[in-house]
């Protein structure tokens, strides 16, 4: 019999004018407004789907909204926002195949509402071209002390030059406890895990000299997994988080892979986080690994052999756990994984050769050939 659990992603994108490939043509905080973009977001799917948390300025309503950085008056009232790109996020699913359909369907139907604003999507782990965002106007005093208290806007900076998939993972009756070693267990290996999907080789239209900035830059920054549960206070833990529904109780929320544009590999990904949830073979001693080890890993990811053994040991177990939980299509999703470990294989080298072959600075276009470029 099959375990039971839900599977949803977030997919962050840039955005681009349409078919401009010219560094000038990748839209983002400096180049573009929110009023370019009201026919894309203007009643768009999804606002009533009330599985989605819709955040406490309804800014995150609806399949897709405007991803970036929000402005505060002095008295605490939303004035805007910069923006950074565009996010879709899935409703729950029942298999990582029923989440990866949802996520087409959303993402052709983005992609068309993009076309008639004149823009498209483009998917690169690292901005490759944009300045350090900075804060114009400067911020003031009720927006530093708001950001002082919330960690989600710490490091904005950092948040605007990157983009990365959220890969969330809850089974029902999981206790509180195991999704807790969960978490501990995906922010312990997060460096081994997102080796494999390493996609943000340039910076200031240049090779940075590594396979991902975004990796090299947020690991000290921001958490690699969370999890929310119901009474987390039992939990004095840095990365488990108040359950704000019912619905969200269980959650555990994969932060750290960069965006990758090829959705059999963002399906092996997730099929891999629900094997590793579900193990329970796997011992090691919790704690939050080093910055020097995520920025070894996204310079020369197979360097050390210890990185590709770590790798195996994870794909090994998890596909043993999901075959033990007879999930046979989420643990053969784990073969490609296989195959580009074997070959030391990363979206980063795509992106450096079509640099090297023709200057292109990212993937132009979304997860699916056939959506609207």
Known sequence: MQKEYRVGIEFEYWLTQYRDKRAAGIKSFDNITLSELAPALDNRPGLDDESLHKGDAGIKAGYWYVEGDERFSTTGKLTGQ?????????????????????????EAQLSE????????????????????????????????????????????DLVMQTCGPDVNISVPEMSDARVVQAVEKLTFFAPYLVALSLNGPIENGQLWGGLSRR?????????????????????????????????EHGRIEFKAFDAVPDPVLLG?????????????????NYGVQPDALFNAIARDPFADLTVSTVVETLLNAAKRALEQHGLLNEAQRLTLLSVRLAAKMTPADDAVTRFLTNGELMHFGGLWPDSVK
């Not at 823009?119 to 530093?144: C, M, T």
């Open 82 to 106: 910069v923006i950074k790109g565009i996010e879709i996020r899935t409703p729950p699913a029942a298999s990582v195949t029923d989440a990866l359909t949802a996520l087409q369907t959303i």
């Open 113 to 156: 509402r993009l076309r008639l604003c004149g823009l498209g999507l483009a998917i690169s782990a690292y901005h490759p071209v944009s300045p350090r965002y900075q804060f114009i106007p400067p911020l003031n005093d009720w927006e530093k002390a708001f950001r002082e208290e919330h960690s989600a806007f710490h490091h904005a």
């Open 268 to 284: 092996a990904f997730c099929a891999w986080i629900l094997g590793l949830v579900l193990d329970d073979t796997i011992s090691f």
């Open 215 to 247: 990796t090299a830059l947020r690991s000290c920054h921001r958490p690699s997994c969370k999890g929310f549960l119901t009474n987390s206070a039992v939990y004095p833990h840095d990365f488990i988080y108040p359950a704000r529904n019912e619905n």
